[in-house]
């Protein structure tokens, strides 16, 4: 039996998560929680702190200290609500948008050298098996929770 836990273990140090930081760009030193609250904020149009705490699976307290650290490395921008002064939108500054566009290029290149070891087949098979794995982890009760 394969022990599925290390092929995990691995996987997680090869991309990276264990790291403190993902990325520098332009000397700025961007952490994998910064990193994904960047690319959250840019995919959606001007998102509350909620959806994208909600998004990210981060407790609000933890959420709005991170985000303050990229309000002061003037990344992020944090705009009360106009209909409800008890919440704040997101969005990025412009070196905040140039940032999160450089990462993501940059993944997609590491992306695609990793699938360029690869055939079309397996690169396929791969992408199918993750999409599996992700949606059975939305649909389990102890999905991102260890077990103990």
Do not use: W
Request: proline share 2%; glycine share 4%.
């Amino acid at each position: 039996m394969e022990n599925y836990r290390e092929i995990f273990q691995l996987l997680s140090r090869r991309f990276g998560f264990l790291d403190k930081n993902c990325c520098s760009v332009s000397g700025a030193e961007i952490s994998t929680v910064h990193s994904h609250i960047l690319y959250e904020i840019d995919k959606q149009t001007s998102p509350t702190m909620q959806q994208v705490s909600e998004a990210l699976g981060i407790d609000a307290t933890t959420f709005s200290r991170q985000v303050q650290s990229l309000v002061k490395m003037n990344l992020v921008k944090k705009t009360p609500s106009t209909e409800d002064r008890r919440y704040y939108h997101l969005t990025l500054t412009i070196e905040g948008k140039y940032i999160a566009t450089s990462i993501d290029t940059s993944m997609n290149h590491y992306l695609q050298e990793l699938f360029s070891h690869m055939s079309e087949q397996e690169k396929a098979d791969v992408i199918r098996s993750i999409t599996i794995l992700n949606e059975a982890m939305g649909k389990s009760s102890v999905c991102c929770t260890p077990v103990y």
